[in-house]
């Protein structure tokens, strides 16, 4: 995964809604980003998800784990982290917090997660609208890209697909999506990486393997975008 020669990339996952899938899809990326990248996540969301997730079972060997200290440390942090891997992936609160803000700041792409459902749609574009505010307080574009999760990976409500649609033809939004799969979830229950789950204890392993690189690469497409090709 190539990518430009600016400095290297923050990553933030941030939406105001719980349950929207915000730590599923962190943990998912750095740990799919963590087969070929080093990674530094940072938990700074109070709730400890990630870092709950992170005591369950041995972490990947590229990939790190800390605990933010909070909105006096957090850039510091990011700081700290981008020096010494790959990647930068946050995972915020899910609240308009100074840390969300410091974080955004700090950030190359803010990825905002949401189901097929209004209330999510409502508090994306809450997130979008937050996002949009610090970029002018710094007189920059931070780039924010929707991303739909826990959706179904085969036939969509014709409500769902209504505002699928219409999201997409409002807003950035990822092409793919992290579908609603056994294997996702089951992070939580057993740690570490989908790779190292046993496809006979989880059911459609291949498939949300294949489903979380296939967004992992189009995360690095964007990235190339904002940063300029490899030289």
Same mark, same amino acid.
């Given at each position: 995964? %190539?990518l /430009? ?7 933030s ?5 719980? /349950? @929207?899938g915000?730590t599923t899809?962190a943990?998912?990326l750095?740990?799919t980003? =963590?087969?070929?990248?080093s990674?530094v996540?940072?938990?700074a969301?109070?709730?400890?998800? *990630?870092?709950s997730?992170?005591?369950?079972a ?18 510091d942090?990011i ?16 609240a308009?917090?100074? *840390?969300?803000a ?16 209004q ?6 574009i809450e997130?979008?609208?937050q996002?949009?505010?610090?970029g ?10 929707v991303?739909?999760c ?12 209504t505002l699928?649609?219409?999201m997409? %033809? @409002? ?13 996702f979830? =089951?992070l939580?229950n057993?740690?570490g990486?989908?790779a190292?789950m046993?496809?006979?204890?989880? %059911? ?25 090709p490899?030289?």
């Open positions: 995964m %190539g /430009g020669s600016g400095s290297l990339p923050v990553i996952f941030a939406t105001s809604k719980g /349950g @929207a915000k899809s943990i998912v750095a740990t980003f =963590s087969a070929g990248a990674v996540l940072i938990d969301d109070p709730a400890g998800r *990630v870092m997730w992170s005591r369950r041995v972490m990947p060997s590229r990939l790190t784990v800390i605990q933010s200290q909070g909105e006096r440390h957090i850039q942090e700081d700290r982290a981008r020096s010494s891997s790959t990647f930068v992936i946050v995972d915020l609160e899910g308009a917090t100074r *840390v969300n410091y974080a955004m700041a700090e950030s190359d792409l803010v990825i905002i997660p949401m189901g097929d459902e209330q999510d749609a409502d508090a994306a997130t979008l609208a996002v949009a505010q610090e002018r307080a710094l007189r920059r574009q931070i780039p924010a890209a991303l739909f826990r959706t179904k990976a085969a036939i969509k409500s014709r409500l769902a697909r699928n649609q219409q997409r %033809g @409002a807003v950035m939004a990822f092409q793919h999506e992290l579908n609603d799969r056994t294997a979830s =089951s939580h057993l740690g990486s989908l190292d046993n496809p006979t204890d989880v %059911g459609g392993l291949d498939r949300a393997i294949q489903n979380a690189n296939s967004f992992a690469s189009e995360v690095v497409d964007i990235l190339e975008k904002i940063q300029g490899a030289t």
